[in-house]
């Protein structure tokens, strides 16, 4: 047997799915913040169990794991990550990050910033270089003051690199490798290479200031596996659809890594229905996030914000509200409010018995009835039902004058209700010319996507069996891969495009086959993708279009490449028909690794009522006495069964809420597909 694993570290949650041949496992556990190598390993150790195998056995069995996690956000918001000395060019100290943002402390301190000469033309050219004795001088005042790592972040950078690469080398002269005192130097240039000073700077400082806790978790991590008998690579879910080992991951590249993956999870759920028009959509224990598929292509940002930092480094996007399991309900002078702020994995909603003592929506599901005490996480977790009910009846009911169902009901309502508004702007700005599907996941969100998706307009939801795992469910699917950039800035008039595109790919493609046979792929295994971003000359927005063909050689692929960018500058409000300008190429290497094929199932026999595992009295609508709905247990539905609303479906992880007037039925897939009458 051979398996692989893949593995993402949530807020709340640690989810497993771990594959071999035709046999699979999917896990949960809680989240350990103190040190996230923990709740990894017990993942692993909990899927050992599901094989029945030590974990040893299964380590030195497993070709691949793939992982990804949250380390990066939760230091950006927690500000807590490393100790930053930034180096700009002279003049630009206005452009550091350097001021508070929604309350909370710069990433930089003002006195952490630096000023230093040299100058890049415009043509990239080096008009003079910096000066050894100010950048050791600036250096050193920086990490006496407490830098813990430096970043130099220098005019035209994007155009070359020189003067930041000779500034390090100066600094690594005095602090070199391998003495305790080397201080880890960061280039914005290493970081990207696109246009805009500020952007760079911002990705440059975000990188590095979570760096060093991503380096410890992740070679921690490699390390505990080592010695568990894993001897393959450890591989790391990027932003842009890749993995990648650990030495070849930057720090900015995990942002968001869980929520990427899952997007194109379900752009692959979607390609099974052959739908090319669909919304992802997540709920788990702290946050909703949100993704659309959109003529095949996932959403993309070519200008993301990353915790309110804008950047330049272009990544699936991804749009996340504080709404899910463990956010907190609380009653102020303008009434009831859930969320954004989260219970998170310790203590957790107070029905965990983990030291909770704020109300959450889990709390608020197990009074409606919605959930289970007895069968949370297969009845592996005990939920405390009295402890719930009397959170909510002391800081919700009783300040509302209302019981404490009303309460919960109150709760659910109120959180669907702002779910449900960002769904509908998902669904807006993809346009409105289509009926797109919708593909469900998390842990929390299938007792609530129903009367989310209503509220929304949306009528036809997915459903797959790991839908509760499905961010680690989906990095299955993603490749070994690198995305570099290259600066080229001219219009595609220019007499000297062809050369400087001819620069750029060389340069991008020595580079790729080097990075590529480090991850262990010869040169027949990789493949290329070159996308061009272009705008127009005289400004304007910027797109992305995919290149086919020889760009340099065969002047009809360029004029292809061009003439889509203008279909898409229209699309976005530009109605000019002056030239265009080629900003950047992108090159993405990736070579293969194995992928999940879905088995189809053959017709089950009987029906749905073979699955009924009971009765349960639910509190769905307000002011009523409640009502006894049927539960039907997800594990023994099979293809052709279908179900009429309302009814709860229970599996291990998860519990749908399917309300009156929807329906469900499971396919050949073994997928619950939700249909709204």
């Known amino acids: 047997m051979s398996f692989s694993i893949d593995i993402d570290t949530g807020g709340t949650f640690t989810d497993g799915f771990f594959l071999s041949g035709d046999q699979s496992a999917s896990v949960k556990v809680p989240t350990t913040p103190h040190d996230l190598t923990e709740c990894f390993l017990k993942c692993i150790e909990a899927g050992a169990g599901r094989f029945d195998l030590p974990v040893e056995d299964l380590l030195y069995q497993t070709e691949v794991i793939?992982?990804?996690?949250?380390?990066?956000?939760?230091?950006?918001?927690?500000?807590?990550?490393?100790?930053?000395?930034?180096?700009?060019?002279?003049?630009?100290?206005?452009?550091a990050p350097c001021k508070e943002l929604e309350g909370k402390p710069p990433l930089v301190p003002p006195d952490m910033v630096r000023e230093i000469g040299g100058e890049i033309g415009p043509d990239g050219e080096v008009l003079s270089p910096p000066e050894a004795q100010e950048v050791l001088a600036q250096a050193q005042e920086l990490i006496d003051a407490g830098a813990r790592c430096l970043v130099l972040a220098l005019q035209g950078s994007d155009r070359n690199p020189a003067n930041e690469r000779m500034a390090r080398g100066f600094i690594k002269e005095l602090y070199p490798r391998d003495y305790l005192g080397s201080v880890p130097v960061f280039l914005s240039s290493d970081i990207s290479r696109r246009g805009g000073e500020a952007q760079r700077i911002n990705a440059a400082v975000l990188n590095a200031y979570i760096h060093a806790k991503l380096v410890r978790l992740l070679y921690k991590a490699g390390e505990e596996l080592r010695q568990r008998l894993y001897s393959k690579n450890l591989f790391i879910v990027h932003n842009n659809g890749a993995v990648a080992r650990v030495a070849k991951t930057r720090a900015i590249n995990t942002y968001n890594s869980g929520p990427a993956a899952g997007l194109l999870g379900a752009r692959m759920i979607g390609r099974l229905y052959g739908a090319d028009?669909?919304?992802?959509?997540?709920?788990?224990?702290?946050?909703?996030?949100?993704?659309?598929?959109?003529?095949?292509?996932?959403?993309?940002?070519?200008?993301?914000?990353?915790?309110?930092?804008a950047v330049n480094v272009p990544m699936l996007s991804i749009r996340a509200i504080g709404a899910g399991g463990g956010s907190i309900a609380s009653v102020n002078g303008k009434g009831l409010q859930v969320g954004p702020q989260s219970a998170g994995a310790l203590p957790g909603p107070v029905c965990f018995d983990l030291g909770g003592s704020e109300p959450t929506v889990t709390d608020a599901d197990l009074v409606l009835g919605l959930l289970d005490p007895d069968y949370f996480l297969g009845g592996t977790m005990k939920l405390?039902?009295?402890?719930?009910?009397?959170?909510?009846?002391?800081?919700?009911?009783?300040?509302?004058?209302?019981?404490?169902?009303?309460?919960?009901?109150?709760?659910?309502?109120?959180?669907?209700?702002?779910?449900?508004?960002?769904?509908?702007?998902?669904?807006?700005?993809?346009?409105?010319?289509?009926?797109?599907?919708?593909?469900?996941?998390?842990g929390a969100g299938p007792a609530h996507i129903c009367d989310i998706a209503s509220a929304a307009g949306l009528k036809k939801i997915v459903?797959?069996?790991?839908?509760?795992?499905?961010?680690?469910?989906?990095?299955?699917?993603?490749?070994?891969?690198?995305?570099?950039?290259?600066?080229?800035?001219?219009?595609?008039?220019?007499?000297?495009?062809?050369?400087?595109?001819?620069?750029?790919?060389?340069?991008?493609?020595?580079?790729?086959?080097?990075?590529?046979?480090?991850?262990?792929?010869?040169?027949?295994?990789?493949?290329?993708?070159?996308e061009l971003l272009m705008?127009?000359?005289?400004?304007?927005?910027?797109?992305?279009?995919?290149?086919?063909?020889?760009?340099?050689?065969?002047?009809?692929?360029?004029?292809?490449?061009?003439?889509?960018?203008?279909?898409?500058?229209?699309?976005?409000?530009?109605?000019?028909?002056?030239?265009?300008?080629?900003?950047?190429?992108?090159?993405?290497?990736?070579?293969?690794?194995p992928h999940y094929d879905f088995p189809q199932t053959p017709p089950s026999p009987g029906n749905a009522s073979q699955a009924l595992r009971g009765q349960r009295k639910i509190f769905t609508q307000k002011g009523g006495e409640g009502a006894t709905v049927p539960v039907y247990e997800r594990g023994k539905l099979g293809n052709g069964h279908a179900i009429q609303g309302p009814a709860l479906v229970e599996s291990e992880h998860t519990t749908v809420y399917l309300p009156g007037g929807w329906g469900l039925k499971v396919d050949q897939y073994n997928n619950l597909l939700l249909e709204e009458a």
């Open 66 to 95: 793939r992982f990804s996690n949250t380390i990066g956000t939760n230091t950006i918001i927690q500000r807590d990550g490393a100790k930053v000395g930034l180096l700009l060019s002279r003049g630009q100290g206005g452009m």
């Open 384 to 442: 405390n039902a009295a402890k719930a009910r009397e959170v909510l009846t002391q800081k919700v009911a009783e300040p509302l004058g209302i019981s404490p169902e009303e309460a919960a009901l109150a709760v659910k309502q109120d959180i669907d209700r702002s779910m449900a508004q960002e769904l509908a702007r998902i669904k807006k700005d993809m346009g409105t010319d289509f009926d797109p599907l919708l593909v469900v996941y998390g």
């Open 463 to 530: 459903m797959t069996p790991f839908s509760a795992v499905f961010s680690a469910f989906s990095s299955l699917g993603m490749d070994v891969g690198h995305l570099y950039y290259r600066r080229v800035g001219l219009p595609l008039v220019d007499g000297g495009l062809a050369k400087a595109m001819a620069s750029a790919m060389s340069s991008m493609e020595e580079e790729a086959r080097r990075d590529m046979r480090g991850e262990g792929f010869a040169p027949e295994e990789i493949t290329f993708a070159v």
């Open 535 to 593: 705008q127009p000359a005289e400004g304007g927005p910027e797109v992305k279009v995919s290149a086919a063909g020889d760009l340099i050689g065969d002047a009809a692929a360029l004029e292809a490449a061009q003439a889509e960018a203008r279909v898409l500058l229209a699309a976005q409000g530009w109605s000019g028909d002056g030239p265009l300008g080629l900003n950047t190429i992108s090159l993405l290497a990736q070579a293969a690794v």
């Open 277 to 309: 028009d669909l919304i992802s959509a997540d709920m788990g224990g702290t946050s909703f996030d949100l993704g659309y598929v959109r003529g095949g292509q996932p959403s993309y940002t070519l200008q993301p914000d990353v915790e309110g930092f």
